[in-house]
């Protein structure tokens, strides 16, 4: 008798990142994947979800023994409007249904935001207190200690990756970017990585990003504690589509967060 297949579902799988992950993760031809996104889409094999309906999650959970939550309402700033209600509301219903399910992980599509108002030349360790620089990287920060909370009191293993920057094609657009890209391949490397780390690893915050020149972050380590062995470096990449005359985009700012920062007057 074959060995059944590692049952994973993704949440967000229509968006940039989840349907990159969906492609490489099915691709590999070992899990048994649910995917799902606001709206079904029957030629990718993605069934309808509303990530605020705690019974539908519940639903699709059943037999899941990991999930990828990549679905978010991207908003800088709308917190009532969407950031709680969508993201964070959201989150809760996940972690809830995973307890319920008896899910073993759930891995968290956080965000450098979390520590954006760091200085650009700040060397910072990945449990360095958080720095958000928005409402958006507020809400990642909340929903990691979601996370936390649930490893500590439930023992749901809960991995929150921190993504740079995934523009989704083969190279970075900016200066800025350039220092926390991660590409398809490394992206879907880091989140197989984080699906198969040990079941003793309960609660880990990294930073993901490709081995980038001049990386904001040290990522070295995670070779060691996951296996992460990402290919690509932006720097490279984007020197080259510079030479094939990509625009040169000179974005970077005084925080590692970039623009998010902007200190907007009082209305």
């Not at 985009?249 to 902007?262: F, I, L, M, R, S």
């Amino acid at each position: 008798m074959s060995k059944s297949k590692h049952r994973l579902l993704i949440t967000g799988a229509a968006g940039v990142i989840g349907r990159s992950l969906l492609k490489g993760l099915r691709e590999k031809d070992k899990y048994d994947i649910v995917a799902a996104d606001l709206h079904d889409d029957p030629q990718s094999g993605i069934v309808a979800m509303d990530v605020t309906d705690g019974e539908r999650l519940k639903e699709l959970m059943q037999g899941v023994q990991t999930v990828l939550h990549i679905a978010w309402a991207k908003d800088e700033e709308d917190f009532l409007g969407r950031v709680l209600p969508i993201n964070v509301t959201g989150a809760y219903h996940v972690y809830e249904a995973a307890r319920l399910n008896g899910v073993q992980r759930v891995i968290f599509a956080s965000s450098n935001h979390a520590t954006g108002f760091y200085p650009t030349g700040e060397d910072i360790e990945v449990d360095d207190p958080y720095r958000p620089d928005s409402f958006y990287g507020l809400s990642k920060c909340y929903i990691e200690l979601l996370g936390r909370y649930y490893a500590d009191k439930y023992d749901l293993s809960s991995f929150n990756i921190r993504i740079g920057n995934f523009s989704g094609d083969a190279h970075p657009h900016s200066e800025r970017s350039a220092h926390i890209w991660i590409s398809p391949r490394d992206m879907v490397q880091l989140a197989e990585c984080c699906i198969e780390a040990d079941s003793s690893m309960k609660y880990v915050n990294l930073y993901g990003t490709s081995a980038n020149t001049d990386n904001y972050y040290d990522i070295g380590y995670l070779e060691q504690k996951i296996g992460y062995r990402p290919e690509d470096d932006a720097a490279k990449l984007w020197d080259q589509a510079k030479r094939k005359g990509a625009p040169d985009k000179q974005d970077e700012t005084e925080y590692q967060g970039g623009g998010y920062v902007a200190k907007n007057p009082k209305s």
